[in-house]
């Protein structure tokens, strides 16, 4: 009998460590980006691309610490409608899912854009009236698939040159520039809840192109014409310096109602990287995120992906790369370190 006691009290005990031990030597996560960023009413997201999705440590990573997504490729329109008349959302689809699974919102992206466009579009030419049945046709069969399921869209990517002259696009050659106000009222038909955006690179500071869409933006408002945001997309590098205006600039848009957001971010360099310049670019990236944060109508920012493991950089400017916050080991750099300090 005692010694029945004795086991039973020895079990007891043994259950008892194995309950408490783990609790007593868990410590609290550390909070993500996107926590931090939630605490100051913003996002903070990453790009993605499809084929990535199969890199387990990667995945864990983009599902962790960040509350938003933007497909980097996917719902591109040579992606999306590969033959006329005929669309395939199964890239873009895959992404809006798994952003579901982690409870993270989507920017979708994009719609009209002279890049990456399907041979059948780009091959050949076209009447003004044949283009604008195609263009409202692909905006909205693709924002109806996406309807409550994307918040925001790059309704229409690049149209300026860097002298805040139209770009010569199919679309403009064709259809001249009321082709923007003709997207963003179709868009809005299909999904009048969304968020309609204007996005471009080298809008970062004050200067020819970004008063192009200061112009553009001060127009379609006084038209009436549905635009809710600017996104700059924030591709910087080192050798061209820091767009010190950047806070001034998105000031400016929020004063015309219209949200903001840092889209596509990335800063590069020449490699091999050095401390000095990971330094650097640390510094960047707590300057742009202190920019956002101190605009009230900056809503969010999006790496261009995350991890120098999958950056863009390196296959479209010879001898640059290290733009982003992780490594190509997905190790944290001095940039993610520097960011949560501004996000604190
Ligand atoms: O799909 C083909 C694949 O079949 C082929 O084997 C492979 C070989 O090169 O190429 C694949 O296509 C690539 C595509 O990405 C999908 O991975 C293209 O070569 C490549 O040029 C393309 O690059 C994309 C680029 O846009 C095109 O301009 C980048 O991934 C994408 O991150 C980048 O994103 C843009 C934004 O949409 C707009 N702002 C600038 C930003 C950076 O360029």
Redesign the pocket.
């Known amino acids: 009998m005692r010694r029945n006691r004795l086991r039973l009290a020895g079990l007891l005990a043994a259950v008892l460590v194995a309950v408490t031990a783990p609790a007593a030597e868990a410590r609290p996560e550390p909070p993500t980006l996107a926590d931090l960023a939630q605490r100051h009413g913003r996002y903070f997201g990453s790009?993605t691309?499809n084929?990535e999705l199969t890199d387990a440590p990667y995945t864990a990573l983009l599902g962790s610490e960040f509350d938003q997504i933007t497909p980097?490729?996917g719902m591109?329109w040579y992606a999306t409608e590969p033959q006329q008349g005929v669309f395939d959302f199964s890239q873009g689809d895959e992404i809006v899912d798994l952003a579901r699974a982690n409870h993270q919102k989507v920017r979708g992206?994009?719609l009209v854009?002279h890049?990456?466009l399907p041979g059948w579009l780009s091959d050949r030419e076209w009447t003004a009236d044949e283009l604008r049945a195609v263009l409202k046709k692909h905006i909205q069969t693709e924002v109806r698939h996406y309807r409550g399921k994307v918040f925001a869209w790059d309704v229409v990517?690049?149209a300026f040159n860097e002298d805040g002259t139209y770009r010569e696009t199919v679309f403009y050659r064709t259809l001249g520039p009321g082709y923007i106000a003709d997207a963003l009222r179709w868009a809005h038909q299909a999904d009048p809840r969304v968020k309609l955006y204007l996005?471009d690179?080298n809008i970062e500071s004050i200067g020819p192109k970004s008063d192009a869409y200061y112009r553009l933006a001060q127009e379609l408002r006084a038209q009436g014409v549905p635009l809710h945001g600017i996104g700059l997309?924030a591709?910087l590098a080192l050798q061209y310096g820091y767009p010190a205006t950047l806070e001034d600039n998105l000031r400016r848009f929020s004063r015309l109602g219209l949200d903001t957001a840092l889209s596509?971010v990335d800063i590069r360099m020449y490699v091999p990287a050095d401390e000095a310049k990971l330094a650097t670019q640390a510094a960047w990236y707590r300057d742009l995120t202190e920019a956002c944060l101190a605009v009230r109508r900056c809503v969010g920012i999006t790496l261009?992906?995350y991890t120098d493991k999958y950056s863009?950089i390196p296959?479209?400017f010879e001898g640059e790369g290290a733009a982003l916050p992780w490594d190509e080991q997905l190790r944290p750099k001095p940039a993610y370190y520097a960011i949560r300090e501004a996000l604190k």
């Open positions: 790009a691309d084929p980097g490729n591109k992206h994009t854009w890049s990456q990517n690049e996005n690179y997309q591709h596509e261009w992906d863009w296959a479209f």
